[in-house]
Nanobody
């Protein structure tokens, strides 16, 4: 079992930055792939970014590539999402997730544990 708690969401103006954090507890965090997803009102959950267990391999959705950076610190059992140049269309509830499968995972169905989510609102 893995418990995940996100933090760092909030209200920011367009062009601003936020840093989301995901704190993990329970099973060995360092072995697993981490991902960030988001869900806007009335829309399906969508993939944002993912990072493999070592932090060497990452993958981003096209809509955030070049603006967002995912990272992890296995010693602290945390994963982060640095979000720069935010746009109103980035407004959503952001959730971190853990997959016990190896490698890059893009679909929410490939993730086994989820946090409760944190709200990010970008004003124009």
């Amino acid at each position: 079992q893995v418990q995940l708690v996100e933090s760092g969401g909030g209200l920011v103006q367009a062009g601003g930055s936020l840093r989301l954090s995901c704190a993990a507890s329970g099973r060995t965090f360092s072995r697993y792939t981490m991902g960030w997803f988001r869900q806007a009102p009335g829309k399906e959950r969508e993939f944002v970014a993912t990072i493999n267990w070592s932090g060497v391999n990452t993958w981003y959705a096209g809509s955030v590539k070049g603006r967002f950076t995912i990272s992890r610190d296995n010693g602290k059992n945390t994963a982060n999402l640095q979000m720069n140049s935010l746009k109103p269309e980035d407004t959503a509830v952001y959730s971190c997730a853990v997959s016990v499968q190896e490698g890059i995972r893009l679909s929410p169905t490939e993730y086994d544990y989820w946090g409760q989510g944190t709200q990010v609102t970008v004003s124009s």
